[in-house]
């Protein structure tokens, strides 16, 4: 009898932990740390699932069937997150996108990691059933327990893991930790563990399809116009088809795509957003090291990502992310019209 149960199976955990062992110095810190990402990323999934039949319970009086108010599935998302973290004992404070100050984990259960992270990105969107996720990044800190904000106001390149979770038609996890390889989990619910389905994704250098909100090429600079215009209107002569377009609303979802079939995912500045939209700390830099990492670029229009350094924890700043190629092209187009 053939047994069609595969059972070595690399699941996360595993894989962090065989990560870990190839570092003499290690302490399996970054697998706990990373044990507690998991199970935020879990109990998202779970909510976002239950999302419209908690709602329809809800409808009676924005009550819950024990009496008390609803909370929004961001918050509740953020407050998952915080106390998973917190209780893990990796790290010394956090940022999230949904709190203003730094979180600041009690002195007892400090540790030497700091986490900057997006519970829910793409909130705006649940409603209709469309991809959320969560984006997070992890720094190590020299100080430890002892470590101010000043040690993550640092160039992006310092970012030592980068991933998101994309909650879509199935529940996919993006880690790396910066060695050259980007791996994809899928949870299996049957099980509750992500097991790596997409090993090693590398981002195609070139690709059919441009993303990014067209609703604000009213107030783009002439950089952006005429990079987006040449992949829509390619010049005869260059024999080269025009571009798809492609766009979700929700960066985990754009940038996974981006990831997986190549192209270009853009939030650049305008006129009426001078730093574009993105947040450098939980959704910039972790996407900008994820697409590094897979072989592709990460560019503000003129400038490296990850060679920012925020100045406040929620800063902004523009995005062009995507293959090689396409990068070359925005920085063409950014380098004619400086
Ligand atoms: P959010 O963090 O408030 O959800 O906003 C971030 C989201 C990204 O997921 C997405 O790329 C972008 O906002 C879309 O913005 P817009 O609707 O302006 O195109
Ligand atoms: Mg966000």
Redesign the pocket.
Same mark, same amino acid.
């Given at each position: 009898m053939t047994d069609h149960h595969q059972t070595n199976i690399m699941t996360l955990t595993r894989y962090v932990l065989e990560e870990q062992r190839q570092h003499p110095d290690a302490t399996g810190d970054l697998t706990v740390a990373m044990n507690s990402v998991q199970l935020g990323c879990k109990f998202v999934e779970s909510c976002v699932r239950k999302a419209r039949l908690v709602n329809l319970v809800g409808l009676a009086g924005n009550t819950n069937v024990q009496g008390e108010d609803q909370k929004k599935l961001d918050v509740l998302s953020n407050e998952m997150f915080v106390n998973a973290l917190k209780a893990s004992g990796k790290f010394s404070f956090m940022v999230s996108?949904e709190v203003d100050d730094i979180i600041f984990v009690p002195e007892s259960l400090r540790g030497k990691y700091c986490i900057t992270f997006?519970p829910?990105?793409?909130? #705006?969107n649940i409603d209709a059933g469309v991809n959320v996720g969560t984006i997070f990044g992890i720094w190590r800190l020299p100080s430890g327990p002892r470590a101010t904000i000043d040690e993550i106001l640092v160039p992006g390149s310092e970012i030592i893991a980068g991933g998101y979770c994309m909650y879509g038609s199935s529940c996919n996890l993006v880690l790396t930790f910066g060695n050259g390889t980007v791996e994809g989990f899928t949870l299996d619910p049957a099980i509750g563990e992500f097991i790596l389905t997409h090993p090693d994704i590398r981002i195609p250098p070139k690709g059919k399809i441009y993303s990014v909100?067209e %609703?604000?090429s009213m107030y783009w600079d002439d950089a952006t116009r005429s990079y987006f215009d040449s992949v829509k209107y390619p010049s005869p002569e260059s024999g080269l088809k025009p571009y798809s377009a492609r /766009?979700i %609303? #929700?960066?985990?979802a754009?940038v996974h795509r981006t990831l997986l079939y190549g192209g270009v995912f853009a /939030?650049p500045a305008d006129r009426k957003s001078r730093s574009g939209?993105?947040?450098i700390l939980y959704?910039s830099f972790p996407m900008a090291f994820i697409i590094e990492q897979a072989g592709g670029r990460a560019i503000t229009g003129t400038q490296r990502v990850l060679d920012l350094v925020p100045t406040h924890i929620h800063d902004r700043c523009p995005v062009f992310l995507g293959g090689t190629e396409e990068i070359a092209q925005v920085e063409a187009a950014f380098a004619s019209h400086a």
């Open positions: 996108e997006d829910l990105d793409g909130s #705006s909100n %609703g604000n /766009y %609303g #929700s960066m985990v754009d /939030y939209k993105l947040r959704e």
